[in-house]
């Protein structure tokens, strides 16, 4: 993957991740619907696999890049946008 010119490796499971929200850009997705589409399994709820995965993939695609496409929704799961800041 490449961003602002920038070659960017991502792992097969942070590239399956990626691609799922960039197909529901603009769609909130629940961890558990995260889940059952990139790892084919339910977690259970106090399970942090989630929340890693998408700190890894943040970390390689949006801590050194403006601006920022993933973001949290508390209590709702995750979004991939662009948003005015």
Same mark, same amino acid.
């Given at each position: ?5 920038k070659k960017i490796h991502l792992t097969g499971k942070e ?19 995260i889940s059952s589409l990139v790892w084919n399994m339910n #977690? ?20 050194? #890049? ?20």
């Open positions: 993957m490449i961003r602002s010119g590239y399956v991740l990626l691609e799922l929200l960039l197909q529901r850009t603009g769609e909130v997705l629940p961890r558990s619907l #977690f259970d709820s106090d399970t942090n696999v989630i929340d890693v995965a998408v700190r890894r993939l943040r970390s390689k695609i949006d801590d050194d #890049f403006e601006p920022k496409l993933i973001h949290t929704v508390r209590g709702a799961g995750y979004v991939l946008e662009i948003r005015e800041e």
